[in-house]
């Protein structure tokens, strides 16, 4: 079945860098775009970026438009999160969400997500 | 930017039909999507294209799009449907996925 897992969330310090991943089966992972979503604590979803299938085009929320970069490995089947400059309204599970065939963007596939706290 | 606007919460008691809108300039325009999300847990994807189901979702979910406010309806509320559900659109002149605040619907 489709499966999506997170990983490399933890706790860090303001100021400095994480990376999170994204690991996909269960369906063909070069063939779609992938997106991290963000939720702060007791807080509603927050789109942070998309990748397209091949890795050719990227878009970011303002919100972490320069300080985060989104990537992709797809011999890995693995997607990825750089994130620098963190701060504590970065604080959040984080998803990583499966988009869906076609024109219309939705998120057919969610991972479990993967929380980072930014506090020193 | 695009914005979705959500009511915080929304109240029904077991039987009755709860109806969660989601507000956004003539979002009658766009695809609507919406999510349910319990606690601890990844949203599931519970609408998409306004209207339709993925597989496995009950026929109790239905949804609707008209001028300025898009509709989830669920009908003879159990108790277990108790979560927050989000509305989602993509904005296509930004290239950018949008979220509503989220609905908390409570069953009573």
């Known amino acids: 079945q489709v499966q999506l897992v997170e990983s490399g969330g933890g706790v860090v310090q303001p100021g400095r860098s994480l990376r999170l991943s994204c690991a996909g089966s269960g369906f063909t992972f070069s063939s779609y775009g992938i997106h991290w979503v963000r939720q702060a604590p007791g807080k509603g979803l927050e789109w942070m970026a998309v990748i397209s299938y091949d890795g050719s085009k990227k878009y970011y929320a303002d919100s972490v438009k320069g300080r985060f970069t989104i990537s992709r490995d797809n011999s890995k089947n693995t997607l990825y999160l750089q994130m620098n400059s963190l701060r504590a309204e970065d604080t959040a599970v984080y998803y990583c969400?499966?988009?869906?065939?076609?024109?219309?963007?939705?998120?057919?596939?969610w991972g479990q997500g993967t929380l980072v706290t930014v506090s020193s | 930017s695009y914005v979705l606007t959500q009511p915080p919460s929304v109240s029904v008691a077991p039987g009755q039909t709860a109806r969660i809108t989601c507000g956004g300039n003539n979002i009658g325009g766009k695809s609507v999507h919406w999510y349910q999300q319990k606690p601890g847990q990844a949203p599931v994807l519970l609408v998409y294209?306004?209207?339709d189901r993925p597989s496995g979702i009950p026929e109790r979910f239905s949804g609707s799009n008209s001028g300025n406010t898009a509709t989830l309806s669920i009908s003879r509320v159990e108790a277990g449907d108790e979560a927050d559900y989000s509305c989602q659109v993509w904005d296509s002149s930004s290239d950018h996925a949008v979220f509503g605040g989220g609905t908390q619907l409570t069953v009573f």
């Open positions: 294209d306004d209207r």
């Open positions: 969400a499966k988009e869906s065939r076609g024109i219309v963007v939705y998120f057919d596939q």
